[in-house]
């Protein structure tokens, strides 16, 4: 006999596990099913040690500009003891998500799992599974471009594991993962080279955090080579050749692809029972996360709508209380905050300047930029940059975005007034807090420029 549950919910990373939970907890009898490790992505091998090796990776800065503080610094970096306390931390995370799944009374199984049914899910161990319902939160895969020796290269999943840290890399790749591992390679002492086929890192992205963080990347010494892509890898003794689009060759201890993430839905059974998949792999669902099958739902990056951890979480939340709690609930996708723990940090919130001068007639941009104060007593050249759009008729702030230490922190609380539709004059209300570069975006005066119908001006 299959024992049966209101929802058996495949894939125990953050959408799964938010969803299964708050579920549990509106009074559902839930099961959970997870392959790996419980955590999924985020926890094990993505934003919590990325996060990590970033701290790691930023202490060279600080020691660049000790000595300016009266500091002697003698530092010299151990990469297993980085790797042995980060699994450590990474082990504790992974207990607290199966205590909290156990504690809210979530059956926890282990193992792969397939969909065989509307209402059945069948498990590795030969275990069959009823279900009211099914929601599949099986997130993404790293993908590699199909050239002849990509086994060679790594992924972001091995990155966190790999025995030594190498003398060399080229990462290839323009978007976060690229661009963040670039910077946490490159503190590292690692001699970095990005290559991006196209002209530009961070396509889509405001131009002048694109525009700065390149400068940045390039006085870090990370070498950016644009319109090439890696064609081809072959051994080469201990290290790895890679020919490029342009006939070139050259050879790097490590080789990382970068090259984006797709909806990991293979093998799991849902084309056999008619659920609707897009071009890229990618469950299609409603706003409330329901499939073309209406007993099976989907959440998360499986699901291609936006791949971020806290989206995913957000629609898992939703997806429980629509189904369990008699509240539909939908996901704001139009005002998503999001950072990039490159080195300087980007934090952004709202449209880029390209996307506000393409939808609104007149805008005002308000842009500085200037040296962290961390580093005035030092040689150190970088600057930081807060930029801040508005509609020029209402004042309504249409974007903000920052470049630099904390620009995570601080995106996260403009989000709030960007989300109350906030205008230039409830920016301008706020009392500065002094000395912080945050305070920038609350003391502009008047706008750096204006753009109208596409064309730069005075204001
Ligand atoms: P992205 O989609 O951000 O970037 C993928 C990059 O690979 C793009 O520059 C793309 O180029 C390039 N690319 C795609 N296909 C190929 C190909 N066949 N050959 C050469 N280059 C190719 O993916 P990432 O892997 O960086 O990250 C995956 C997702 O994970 C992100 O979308 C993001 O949502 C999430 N993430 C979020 C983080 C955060 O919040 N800080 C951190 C890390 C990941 P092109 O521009 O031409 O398409």
Redesign the pocket.
Do not use: Q, S
């Given at each position: 006999m299959s024992e049966k549950f209101d929802l058996v919910v495949i894939g125990g990373g953050s959408g799964g596990v938010r969803a299964a939970r708050m579920s549990a907890q509106y009074g559902a009898k839930v099961a959970i099913v997870e392959e790996y490790r419980y955590g999924g992505t985020c926890v094990i091998r993505g934003?919590v040690p990325?996060k990590l090796f970033v701290y790691a990776s930023r202490f060279g800065d600080t020691f660049d500009v000790a000595p300016s503080f009266g500091w002697t610094v003698d530092a010299s970096f151990d990469w297993p003891t980085l790797l042995a306390n980060k699994d450590r931390e990474i082990g504790r995370l992974e207990n607290i998500y199966e205590t909290l799944l156990d504690g809210a009374g979530v059956t926890l199984f282990r193992g792969r799992a397939t969909v065989t049914g509307p209402n059945t899910v069948k498990l590795s161990s030969g275990e069959e599974l009823q279900a009211e319902r099914i929601l599949i939160a099986t997130g993404g895969v790293p993908f590699k471009?199909d050239i002849e020796g990509a086994d060679l290269g790594i992924t972001s999943n091995e990155a966190f594991h790999l025995e030594t840290l190498p003398k060399t890399i080229l990462i290839?790749?323009?978007?976060?993962?690229?661009v963040?591992f670039a910077t946490i390679f490159a503190g590292l002492g690692v001699d970095t080279t990005l290559v991006?086929?196209?002209d530009k890192i961070l396509?889509g992205f405001d131009h002048d955090l694109r525009d700065g963080l390149e400068d940045a990347l390039h006085e870090r010494g990370v070498r950016l080579r644009y319109g090439y892509?890696i064609s081809r890898l072959d051994k080469d003794g201990e290290g790895v050749r890679v020919s490029f689009s342009h006939d070139e060759q050259a050879t790097f201890d490590a080789v990382m692809f970068?090259?984006?993430?797709h909806p990991y839905t293979k093998g799991l059974g849902l084309e056999a029972v008619g659920v609707q998949l897009n071009q890229a792999g990618a469950i299609v669902v409603d706003d409330y996360s329901q499939s073309s099958v209406p007993s099976i739902y989907a959440v998360g990056d499986v699901t291609g709508r936006a791949?971020?951890t806290p989206v995913a979480i957000r629609e898992g939340a939703a997806f429980a209380q629509t189904v369990y709690n008699n509240t539909p609930t939908t996901v704001p996708y139009h005002l998503i905050p999001?950072?990039?723990?490159s080195e300087p940090e980007i934090g952004t919130v709202g449209l880029s300047e390209e996307d506000a001068a393409a939808r609104y007639r007149s805008i005002d941009v308000y842009v500085t930029r200037f040296r962290p104060m961390m580093n005035t007593l030092s040689d150190r050249q970088e600057k930081m940059m807060l930029k801040l759009i508005t509609e020029t008729d209402t004042g309504r702030a249409l974007g903000v975005h920052i470049l630099g230490p904390g620009a995570g922190e601080m995106i996260q609380l403009v989000a709030i007034p960007m989300g109350m539709n906030g205008t230039k004059a409830d920016f301008d209300h706020a009392i500065a807090v002094h000395p912080t570069a945050a305070e920038e975006l609350v003391t502009f005066k008047s706008p750096s420029y204006r753009v109208v119908d596409g064309e730069k001006c005075n204001p």
């Open positions: 934003c990325k471009p290839e790749g323009g978007g976060y993962i690229a963040e991006y086929r196209r396509r892509h970068a090259t984006g993430r791949a971020l999001t950072a990039v723990f």
